[in-house]
């Protein structure tokens, strides 16, 4: 059986999700996990996965020879860097999204992946769920004709910290964008226009850290399709993921996941627990899924399901959308160059 | 357009909902209505619907030359009496269920209507529902191929007064008598077997009036299927009315009715209102409709759609649970003849 | 019991329909009924109904001292004039949506309403449906919390023939004109902004006609809150009218009505039948409950549910709606004076 | 951390799926693995999960002083043997179901069991499923009020093959034996008398091999609720697992879980892929906690989830439904001593 031999860098939530499934894979060697800040417990952490060396200097994954593939999971400003050290150094590359807050850079990072011949992929993991890979492919097989109308809910069950949002590069490229990556792949279209609504009405400190926590963004595609998706950073329900592609010969609506199928019939009336809470339970497979490819897709030459270009594609919708939002009018994807 | 002139008997709460229908119904007039209680009340609300003659002698009723058709509301003790005086005087019959608490009795009604050529329809309102219409619909289709298994969920929202209790003639008579003919009515096949389980769950008083409050009834049918009905005289939610059959090619199932489709999702769950509360809300349209399928049978000269054999195969499984539950064993519907 | 004496202008499908409602309800007579049209298929349909005089003179009606209310179901170009005659005669109006497809003659309308001290409700029926009025209930009564996002799906199952596309003035003024009452009346709040996309996706035709079948619009309300609205002039699937709330504290969503709850599984998947087809079917009640609580509120002297306003506030909608397709731009209902 | 050394008899498809499990749990060490047929791919796949031994001789595991417990996945006529001797080389035990097809065998087990002081854990798995968890766990927290009606429904979507019914030891041992658990599990109650009616409606074979295919269970608990099991060799809609728990406040439902979410709405209805289609993909993470929480009791020093009074009582109720069946009469639990 052929084996892949990997490093991480970035040993973060996202960073430990990756490495924790990965080592699952019996196809994978994690030989290295980096971070900036190393300590006991993650030595403690990677050894218990069998990861033996832990280590502050992400450049010693570069410079292992033996490492065919890094995944990149540490902060957004480092991801274009890192990208183009991996490409020169030949690795393939799984990056988490987004690429970089600007997609100018962004672009520079996708030349010298090209140039390299390296394979890469980015951390869009919801085209792996199984609601929405279904979509697709009911789109893609025709059972719905031709698509009119994308709808897309995507409703976080909390805001994050105010410290993240400083950072974070704002609703549309830090959250929003997971859902233009959706548009395009339930669509099977590209967005060339975009109009967006922002309102503040969660928190006013997001308001006053220049952000909105409440969108609604109407898209145009090229095949004349019409769209919209609706943010918000506070549901009190939980986790709210929902789409539905609606088209000249019919329609797909998916629900949220939930954690069990218990109805509750009362005097009060008929209940139900609320949505799988949060991205780590609804996309709890889909993460895996979206590593075990690209192992796969590496090990067997193919084409990574979800690459650059789709990474590139949603960077520019996010940045059309803030754009709109600021000038008040609809946005050309055009414009965006 | 032809016309039917009818008479209603018995002025309660099932006579003047027929009276209402009736009153609507174009193809008929109501000449009269009789009660044993005859008030002001009962004279205006009559007169609200047109009816000119409210009595309290049934006789004049079927004296009536010009009535067609007698709409049997009473006490059930006065069911046998009144078809066979109806049936005698020529006139078309459409009784409440159960014809009699003995199916005997019954017997003898269903000759008089024989011997006398008038049509008979018996009160099963529940097969003009538009969801067991359609569970029908599709296993005479063929569409679950051939039936294997029959399950009826039948609970009511609350029992009904001690006083009722006493003269109804108990669960298996009075309620689950519907449900023996919805087992008949979906499966397309004659019981031919019965055990009953019954216990005293809900009050304790029914248990002391010598009748039973929850029930598991157990069937065979005459095509080799099983089946099985549950009933309960309180569910706190409301009134519950389901149906599956389940057979060799797919499944049919049917939810409740509910007064709309909202459905609240917050911090504690989602939630929906419960389903329509009672009979009346529930069985609204069918009890239109059965009265409007009597009218035009009679007046295109066709079969009734519920006719005396069904109301006495009602009553004689009523018989069968009834002995089951006393016998402690499974009772054949040959044993009661 | 008081009575009311009403005359109807207008016998096509609307007029017909409310003139059948009316007929059953007992504190109204139906006076008289006019049409252009005037045929002996029409007096047999009157006379069936218990209305004794058909003219083809809609005068008569409007000179008619008994006549205390009429309703206006001829067509739309009719509306003001008929209207502001009414007002003046001093009868109470029950008016078809739109009043005008030009609003600043609403508005004069409007004047003479008032001016006459006259009542006039508009035919937004859907504001009597179960499923929406159970939203506002929801919304109105806090259980959301404060209202953040508003959407509202409403796709009819076939387009209208072209000639009636001619004269719709429309898909904004025509359908989407009760998804704008529909947006104020579940928000509880005016909509200030609209931007409304459009496209040509069912039938060419419709778009040389100088029409569009398919529409997101977005929508900024009073309150701070956002909004869409998703329109298509064909679902395969049948009539689609959905609608959800979402706020601070959680949301509600409707789904649609559906002619029974069987749900068929087979080894091809799991089946329903498709939701009530048309309006006539999903709005039947909500026709009833509209003319009945008009009579109720005559009768009661009290305000109508519908009035003038909200007729006036949707026309409005709908007109900075197609300003904003046109102009490819956002438009601010300060704009529409 | 503690770890625990384990071995695992039988190497079949329940004995890899538990081994596999197993190897992912960090406190676990599987030291051999035994089949009466080793093979050089069984040995390949036991290298891949790192268990170093597989042996054609279960004595082996055994005999090894340093494994602590064993998993019993060999065919039901080894498990009395094997469990007696495991407990006399003091292991503890995680055995299949059923123990015996002779529960007075099984009794002889547990003697064996207790004399050892070892913990005995059996494999009703459907006791650590999402659904029925969240069921037990609403019903003991009186969400519903006391129990009155517990209804199971388990049907499988293809019969196993006919070698397989000559062993199983029949429907209500080999099937239904996992329901009356779940009554158990569900109720908080003792099943007391069982009344079972069986068919052969599937496959005649089956019933010329002495077995039925088609069953209706009904039951009564010490705590006075009725119940009813029903069960299907064949649902060509794929794996059909439901209970509902009805009760004096309120009643839970559980409905299937589905592989997605996806509803597809076209002219022929709306339709949703079947459920997940059989044992294997439905109970997926209920055998992973089932095994991990008998590691914990172990590890704890606590009692484990499901012991051997739980399956001696599931074995009495089926030997009490075949006694049922075959005299065609109810049969009380206190028979079966």
């Not at 218990?48 to 992400?58: E, F």
């Not at 690795?91 to 807050?101: A, D, T, V």
């Not at 992946?113 to 789109?139: P, S, W």
Request: charged fraction near 25%; aromatic fraction near 8%.
């Amino acid at each position: 059986m052929a084996k892949l031999t990997v490093g991480i860098i970035g040993a973060g939530r996202i960073g430990r999700l990756h490495a924790e499934h990965l080592s699952r894979n019996a196809q994978v060697e994690i030989r290295m996990i980096s971070d900036v800040f190393v300590s006991d417990e993650l030595s403690a952490w990677a050894e218990g996965l069998g990861i033996s060396r832990v280590t502050s200097d992400y450049k010693e994954i570069m410079q292992d020879q033996d490492i065919q593939a890094v995944f990149i999971c540490s902060s957004t400003n480092t991801h274009v860097p890192f990208i183009t050290e991996a490409a020169q150094a030949g690795k393939h590359i799984f990056c988490e999204k987004p690429i970089s807050l600007d997609y100018r850079q962004t672009m520079e990072a996708l030349q010298a992946v090209e140039q390299a011949g390296v394979l890469l992929q980015t951390g869009f993991n919801r085209r792996f769920d199984h609601n929405f890979k279904r979509v697709r492919e009911l789109v893609q097989g025709g059972k719905i004709g031709q698509p009119h109308l994308i709808k897309i809910t995507s409703r976080d069950p909390a805001p994050p910290s105010h410290d993240y949002v400083k950072v974070s590069g704002g609703l549309f490229m830090d959250m929003a964008i997971h859902d233009f990556d959706m548009a395009r792949y339930v669509s099977g279209s590209e967005v060339v226009e975009v109009y967006a609504q922002g309102a503040v009405l969660v928190d006013p400190v997001i308001g006053e850290l220049g952000d909105i926590d409440t969108a609604v963004i109407s898209l145009k595609f090229a095949n004349g399709a019409l769209g919209v998706i609706d943010n918000s950073r506070k549901a009190v329900y939980g986790y709210d993921q929902r789409v539905e592609v609606f088209g000249s010969e019919g329609s797909v609506c998916t629900n949220n996941d939930f954690p069990n199928t218990a109805e509750i019939s009362t005097q009060n009336g008929i209940y139900r627990d609320n949505p799988k809470f949060f991205f780590l339970e609804r996309y709890h497979e889909s993460y895996i899924d979206e590593t075990a490819q690209f192992i796969a897709s590496i090990l067997n030459g193919e084409k990574v399901p979800v690459d650059g270009h789709d990474a590139l594609q949603a960077e520019k919708i996010a940045f059309a959308a803030k754009t709109s939002l600021l000038e008040g009018r609809p946005v050309k994807l055009t414009e965006v160059q």
